[in-house]
Every structure is written in structure tokens, then in C-alpha cells.
Nanobody
Framework: VQLQASGGGLVQSGGSLRLSCAAS????????LGWYRQAPGKQRELVAFITSGGNTNYTDSVKGRFTMSRDNAKNTVYLQMNMLKPEDTAVYYCNARKANLKLDPYTGWARLPVDLNFWGQGTLVTVSS
């Protein structure tokens, strides 16, 4: 699975950007799709995620400003970022998770305890003050 993130760039405080993450396979196969970010000198943090059922969740610092969505036909997820702040400056990564299934010839399909986890290459967002 390949995840191609794009849409980052330089924007002034208060501006907007839309990030895209295109998957190399049907995104309906993933039970979880998320956006993370990592600022210089800081740990990677969750920004938003969307479940296969379409439920979205956001970290408190972006609620009301960021919106995550998906286009199943294009196998792409988006992160619309409005009212950007300098503290949003980071490399943004998309993440996708799917169940790790194994076929046993006698018992059928079984889900292994560790899910498959995929990361995109990251796209840099810089917000100037």
C-alpha cells in the first residue's frame, strides 16, 4: 500500500490549505484513516481521524478549524485546514490501518493481533505570522 500526501506549502496566519492523501488501493479496506503532524523538535501527534463508518474525530487544538473528509471513488482523504496558526507548522502525515488477516485452510479467515499500519511520506505546512 502506498499513501501519497500532497497540498502542503507556505501560508500566512489565518489562511487555508487543503491536504490530500491518495491511496494506492481502495480506502474502504481501511478501518482507520488519520492525519498526524510532527513539528520540529516535537513528537508526532494525531490531528484527526476518520473511521470506515465515516465518524471523524479531532484533536482539541484544531477543532472548529480543520475538517477531514474522504472521497471513496478517488481513494483519497482530505484535511481542510482553515484559520491556520503558526503553531500548526509541521510535517503532516497520513496514516491508514487495516486488519491483518490470515487464511487457515481448516478454520478460515482469522484476524491477527497486530493490524497493518501504513504511512505516507509527509507534506510540509508552514504558517507564517
Amino acid at each position: 500500500v502506498q499513501l501519497q500526501a500532497s497540498g502542503g506549502g507556505l501560508v500566512q496566519s489565518g489562511g487555508s490549505l487543503r491536504l490530500s492523501c491518495a491511496a494506492s488501493e481502495n480506502i474502504l479496506s481501511f478501518f482507520y484513516l488519520g492525519w498526524y503532524r510532527q513539528a520540529p523538535g516535537k513528537q508526532r501527534e494525531l490531528v484527526a481521524f476518520i473511521t470506515s463508518g465515516g465518524n471523524t474525530n479531532y484533536t482539541d487544538s484544531v477543532k472548529g478549524r480543520f475538517t477531514m473528509s474522504r472521497d471513496n471513488a478517488k481513494n483519497t482523504v482530505y484535511l481542510q485546514m482553515n484559520m491556520l496558526k503558526p503553531e500548526d507548522t509541521a510535517v503532516y502525515y497520513c496514516n491508514a490501518r487495516k486488519a491483518n488477516l490470515k487464511l487457515d485452510p481448516y478454520t478460515g479467515w482469522a484476524r491477527l493481533p497486530v493490524d497493518l499500519n501504513f504511512w505516507g511520506q509527509g507534506t510540509l505546512v508552514t504558517v507564517s505570522s
